[in-house]
């Protein structure tokens, strides 16, 4: 079936330090969702991107959608401990159904 | 604020024994969906339902059934547990078009 990759799977870093990842789809993506998992917890719908190139921004938090509407990515500045989790992008294919990417996890070096 | 509650949070059954685990919303959303999450795989989607009585096989559909009778209550079922369902699963809701999906707390599912 369709599916988006996310890279990378794990990301360490120092508290402080930048962070982004990203997801790819081979096929152009009509919109695309970015969640985010704490420890423990459940993931917790952030943004939703669906302009070709938009950037939205929450606080230190960048969302990025490519020109070609086939890849997106998520950056972080300045990493605090709060950023801990696992964050998800995920898409539809042309129905209601959402296909997540594996995710990415991020810990943080106080 | 929607609310999504899955009725146990953990959960120990039997291998061959038949597994319900329930989920309410209180949003009134017509889509609700059943995930499992398991280690370097994601969220992998089991089977949602886009209206009352209505279900579409996901991914992974094998070995699980669902059921809507009501709006608000969206039910996966496995039928004969194996051991290999063992796994965090997660409900969610949302409404109609590409909108957030609301996840409720999950529930660890352990088959011994």
């Known amino acids: 079936g369709q599916q988006v990759m996310q890279i990378p799977q794990y990301q360490h870093v120092q508290e402080g330090e930048d962070f982004t990842t990203y997801c790819n789809s081979s096929t152009t993506l009509s919109n695309i969702q970015w969640y985010k998992q704490r420890p423990g917890g459940h993931p917790v719908f952030l943004i939703q991107l669906v302009k070709s190139g938009e950037v939205k921004k929450q606080k230190r938090l960048t969302f990025q959608f490519g020109e070609a509407k086939k890849n997106s990515s998520l950056h972080i500045t300045a990493t605090q401990t709060t950023d801990v989790g696992t964050y998800f992008c995920a898409t539809n294919f042309g129905n209601e159904k959402l296909t997540f990417g594996t995710g990415t996890r991020l810990t943080i070096i106080p | 604020d929607v609310k999504v509650t899955q009725s146990s949070r953990y959960l120990v059954k039997r291998t061959g024994e038949k597994v319900f685990l329930e989920c309410v919303q209180d949003m009134d959303h017509e889509n609700m969906f059943w995930y499992r999450q398991d280690p370097g795989l994601g969220l992998r989607l089991i089977y949602f339902s886009y209206d009352v009585k209505m279900k579409e096989k996901g991914d992974i559909p094998e070995g699980y059934s669902v059921s809507r009778e009501k709006k608000e209550r969206f039910s996966l079922i496995l039928e004969s547990a194996s051991t290999n369902q063992t796994s965090m699963y997660l409900c969610?809701?949302?409404?109609?078009?590409?909108?957030?999906?609301?996840f409720g707390d999950g529930t660890r599912l352990s088959i011994l």
């Open positions: 969610a809701s949302s409404g109609t078009g590409f909108q957030p999906q609301h």
